[in-house]
């Protein structure tokens, strides 16, 4: 707790004094004594009278007592929000109609190799929604570690695989918030089909079995491409581009939704998403 500047410090708990309640800066700190000033004890009013008995009348000056009050509670600044939980799967329209994915709470993970435009794709996607959606990025989320963080590219150990862990249920628990109030949410991630540490199980655990899980996966060309425009630490090699697409076609015969976008922009890649979760949603995929 912050204390504005020259007010002073509420006094040290005792033991066997228990909490300073009520305590006031003007009772530990008394003003200037003026002469002439009344320095006597404040009236104490009577003890109530013993059942049965009637109660004494009040003398002259002393007021009668009063009734505590309880304090008003501290509402400003506090709005309730619904806790966050797991993210149930979609409901299905009715037969007649056809599902709309533009107007519907969702959990999306966009997955795909470096490269790939996952998040060029889901930030698109999440801004041109005409329901509130936000756009989380496990490599954003990584990269809040600054002293210690541990990169990938220098070699997957404990310390780069407990902070990819971190970073997934982090997300997690911000897309269930997210969703508990009404707003959607996209996320992207590299998930290896072939990789159970860095695969969908954590996912599905720890945003819900309502996620809906969707590859993006353009050709190597493509991807080699758009790595190329990259700096710093996204930028990745042209072998280890290659080998991750080539860990990727493990999704081919998953069931999962796979969008190839080699040929396609970004507002088209996000028109296709939008056919493919209408999909998703009358029929989920199995995961």
Not at 217 to 238: C, F, K, Q, S, Y
Not at 267 to 272: F, G, K, M
Request: with cysteine; proline share 17%.
């Amino acid at each position: 707790m912050q204390h504005a500047v020259g007010s002073p410090l509420p006094p040290p708990h005792q033991p066997g004094h228990g909490p300073a309640v009520g305590w006031s800066p003007a009772a530990h700190h008394p003003g200037p004594h003026h002469p002439g000033a009344h320095q006597g004890s404040a009236p104490v009013p009577p003890p109530p009278p013993a059942p049965g008995y009637p109660a004494p009348p009040l003398g002259p000056g002393v007021p009668p007592p009063q009734a505590s009050v309880p304090p008003a509670p501290d509402t400003t600044g506090h709005v309730p929000l619904p806790p966050g939980g797991p993210v149930a799967m979609p409901s299905a329209p009715p037969a007649t109609a056809a599902p709309d994915p533009a107007g519907t709470t969702l959990a999306v993970l966009l997955i795909g190799p470096a490269g790939a435009g996952k998040t060029s794709v889901a930030k698109y996607w999440a801004d041109h929604r005409r329901v509130p959606t936000a756009h989380i990025s496990l490599d954003d989320v990584r990269e809040w570690v600054r002293s210690g963080f541990a990169d990938p590219q220098s070699g997957w150990n404990d310390n780069s695989e407990a902070q990819y862990r971190l970073a997934r249920r982090t997300c997690g628990f911000a897309a269930r918030n997210f969703l508990a109030n009404g707003i959607s949410c996209i996320l992207d991630d590299a998930v290896f089909p072939d990789r159970p540490v860095v695969g969908l199980g954590g996912w599905k655990r720890h945003v819900g079995p309502g996620l809906l899980p969707v590859v993006l996966l353009p050709g190597l060309d493509i991807v080699l491409e758009r790595n190329a425009e990259r700096t710093g630490n996204r930028r990745l090699t042209d072998e280890e581009v290659a080998r991750i697409h080539g860990r990727m076609a493990g999704w081919y015969g998953s069931g999962l939704p796979i969008i190839d976008n080699s040929q396609l922009d970004v507002p088209e890649t996000a028109r296709v998403l939008d056919d493919v979760l209408a999909r998703s949603i009358a029929s989920p995929p199995k995961w």
